[in-house]
């Protein structure tokens, strides 16, 4: 297994869009902490930035990535190897490299300018991010044959978790606002990770003040520690489940 | 094994590699089971009728990763590397290869870890004269180690030389499993093309 990751972590690393992503990302990264004077600002523009470059990058690459080595892949399903083995070893590389680029593109600068909770739980966060979209990416790709399609459905997939979940959950707000829906809204949290990380990075900005009566409700509940295990929980399960999915379904498609 | 297009070839062999996963029934590899097994492909070299490989790879990469990946028991058997004289284009990438190039690559993949059963599809479409002479002349002698060698082609004059046992398959189904010996009785004809063509009018 580790020999086919080393293989995988080498061609992405050497590919040019991994290393453009990292630039940008460091180039971003410092530019916001040096806009404004004071840090804790700066990580806010940087987080919502983040929040929307890290999954699109990560859910958009792999999907590609996948699609474009069929045929490395079409040559070792032929080879003495487990079709698991395979099939993770291609989760395993993407998600270190494009982890790693993020920790060097964006965890570095933070740790310059902010290296206590809050930059160390954006780092997490991101750093989860980018795993659980290599893992949404890597479903998308071996459920569609067809790449155009695949990509396709990559995109949308982006879409909802970025813009169209939030949208849904204002207009259940909107509906229901004759009902408490403070509770509800904890659980509605755990089906967006990219939702559930920007909370938990905000919580612990004390910028949860803002966000009014839900913002003191949150904090109740994300702010202690089975609050927190819950939301580590839930991460991890947004990866797990995806990944779990392909592998079943790559283990019996057809190549 | 020959047959007509589409009469299911390299369907079987895909599934004999367990590149395509069977619907029903199974494959038995020295009477285990192949399903949710892997190791048994290690006695297997196999040569794809369209040899893909990835694009940013050079060939000395591909051969390179092979070794590394399942060359750590067996002794290496680079006749065909070098026979096909592929040293001197180890550095070219695998995208820039013409198809003829591609086949040479794969037949020598199949040849190189020195598997006790080597499927062939179609190994000697595309490949120029002197070539496809050099892979016939491998074939023959790995045959006479006592090899299982499982053969796929259209070019019937090729496999005189080549075959002991003919399958013909057509539509999914083996219409015949003879050795050749009894196939020149049956049809009174010594070259195998004519053979088969006979056989193929009778029905």
């Keep these: ?255 | 094994m020959i047959g007509p297009n589409a009469s299911g070839k390299t369907t079987l062999i895909k599934t004999i590699l367990g590149m395509v996963v069977q619907d029903s029934g199974f494959i038995t590899f020295n009477g285990n089971n192949i399903l949710h097994h892997w190791q048994y492909r290690e006695q297997i070299g196999y040569m794809p009728q369209i040899g893909r490989y990835p694009d940013n790879m050079t060939i000395g990469h591909v051969l390179d990763m092979m070794k590394d990946i399942r060359g750590n028991k067996v002794t290496l058997d680079e006749d065909l590397v070098e026979a096909f004289e592929l040293k001197t284009l180890m550095h070219k990438r695998m995208r820039t290869l013409s198809g003829g190039t591609r086949q040479k690559i794969s037949a020598s993949l199949a040849f190189l870890f020195s598997p006790t059963v080597l499927i062939l599809d179609e190994p000697t479409a595309g490949l120029d004269p002197v070539a496809s002479e050099i892979l016939k002349e491998k074939i023959i002698t790995e045959k006479s180690k006592g090899k299982l060698i499982l053969v796929t082609s259209h070019i019937l004059s090729e496999l005189d030389d080549l075959v002991t046992q003919v399958v013909y398959m057509q539509d999914g189904q083996i219409r015949f499993h003879k050795s050749i010996e009894e196939l020149r009785s049956d049809t009174g004809e010594e070259k195998l093309n004519k053979a088969i063509a006979q056989f193929m009018r009778k029905k």
Excluded: H
């Design chain 1, 1 to 255: 297994m580790k020999k086919i990751i080393k293989y995988v972590m080498t061609d992405i690393l050497r590919n040019r869009i991994v290393l453009l992503y990292t630039v940008f990302l460091f180039v971003i990264s410092f530019s916001m902490f040096s806009l404004e004077d004071n840090t804790s600002k700066g990580l806010l523009s940087l987080l919502n930035i983040i929040l929307i470059i890290v999954p699109l990058v990560s859910i958009i690459f792999s999907t590609i990535y996948v699609y474009n080595s069929a045929e490395f892949v079409e040559l070792l399903v032929s080879q003495p190897l487990k079709r698991r083995t395979i099939w993770l070893s291609l989760f395993i590389g993407l998600s270190a490299s494009l982890s790693f680029a993020f920790f060097i593109g964006a965890g570095i600068p933070v740790l310059i300018y902010q290296a206590n909770t809050v930059g160390i739980m954006m780092i997490t966060m991101g750093i989860f991010l980018s795993i659980i979209f290599v893992a949404i990416a890597m479903l998308t790709a071996v459920k569609m044959r067809d790449k155009a399609k695949g990509i396709g459905a990559a995109i949308l997939l982006w879409l909802y978790f970025s813009l169209l979940f939030d949208g849904l959950v204002l207009f259940l707000l909107f509906q229901f606002a004759d009902y408490p829906l403070e509770k509800p809204m904890i659980g509605l949290t755990a089906f967006n990770p990219v939702d559930l990380g920007r909370i938990m990075i905000l919580l612990q900005m004390d910028v949860s003040a803002l966000m009014g009566y839900t913002g003191a409700i949150f904090k109740d509940f994300f702010g202690t520690y089975t609050g927190v295990i819950f939301s580590f929980g839930v991460m991890c399960l947004w990866i797990l489940i995806p990944v779990w999915l392909s592998t079943r379904k790559f283990n019996r498609k057809d190549l």
